[in-house]
């Protein structure tokens, strides 16, 4: 049972404008949600979080929108850059101290188009 | 360079050996964790040990173990290899034992078995 869905395996966009990645999640019981970036033959990178006491982070051209009603959360990248082409996995964390666990999406693989 | 190593890059083995995957984490890093990617999947939690302790575990087989040394590396073990096994395997490390402290991935060991 996939608790973490993002359901666009890819996005094309064009350079300087925004891109809007998605994520979907089922647990009531996450409550702190992150993006991570990979480029090909590299690990993970942590891009953004978002606890589920805020409903938006900014932090330079990254936001991070968490709807808890919707259960979703969007990543949005603006101006999108040629740098930003890469997979984007979003991963969530339950409230469960001493069992914490991150689960991960799927992935989305973001190509910007010059 | 997430000051996270992985050793080796590539393993290439055949159906029911056993191989080792060793990870270093960052210095200071208290915190270890391994995570599975299979084919078009995305990371799956297998276990986390903070400083030299088993802490969460997620669904990892029973024919795979891990543990982390009193200098704080840590090795996963994977034994009785079936075809499924074949995945990205990556290691993370971070200071504390909570995952809302970042994870810093390593670039993961590509495990082909034959």
């Known amino acids: 049972d996939q608790q973490v869905k993002q359901n666009s395996p890819s996005l094309s966009v064009q350079e300087g404008r925004i891109s809007i990645l998605n994520c979907d999640y089922t647990?009531?019981?996450?409550?702190?949600f992150l993006w991570y970036k990979k480029y090909p033959a590299e690990g993970p990178t942590f891009l953004i979080s978002i606890s589920s006491i805020k409903d938006k982070n900014e932090d330079g051209r990254f936001t991070v929108f968490l709807n808890k009603s919707a259960k979703h959360l969007s990543l949005h990248i603006v101006p999108s850059q040629p740098g930003d082409s890469a997979v984007y996995f979003c991963?969530?964390?339950?409230?469960?101290?001493?069992?914490?666990?991150?689960?991960f999406g799927t992935g989305t693989r973001l190509t910007i188009i010059p | 360079d997430s000051g996270v190593t992985q050793t080796p890059k590539h393993l290439i083995t055949a159906t029911g050996q056993r191989v080792t995957l060793r990870c270093s984490p960052r210095?200071?890093?208290?915190?270890v964790y391994w995570y599975q990617q299979s084919l078009d999947q995305g990371l799956q939690f297998l276990i986390q040990y903070y400083n030299g302790e088993e802490r969460a575990k997620g669904n990892i087989l029973e024919r795979f173990s891990a543990q982390q040394f009193p200098d704080l590396h840590s090795e996963l073990n994977l034994s009785s290899l079936e075809l499924g096994d074949s995945a990205l395997y990556f290691c993370?490390?971070?200071?504390?034992?909570?995952?809302?402290?970042?994870?810093?991935f390593g670039p993961g060991t590509r495990l082909t078995v034959l």
């Open positions: 991963a969530a964390n339950p409230y469960d101290f001493g069992n914490e666990k991150l689960t």
């Open positions: 993370a490390s971070s200071q504390r034992d909570t995952v809302a402290d970042t994870q810093y």
């Open positions: 647990n009531s019981m996450f409550d702190y």
């Open positions: 210095s200071g890093d208290l915190s």
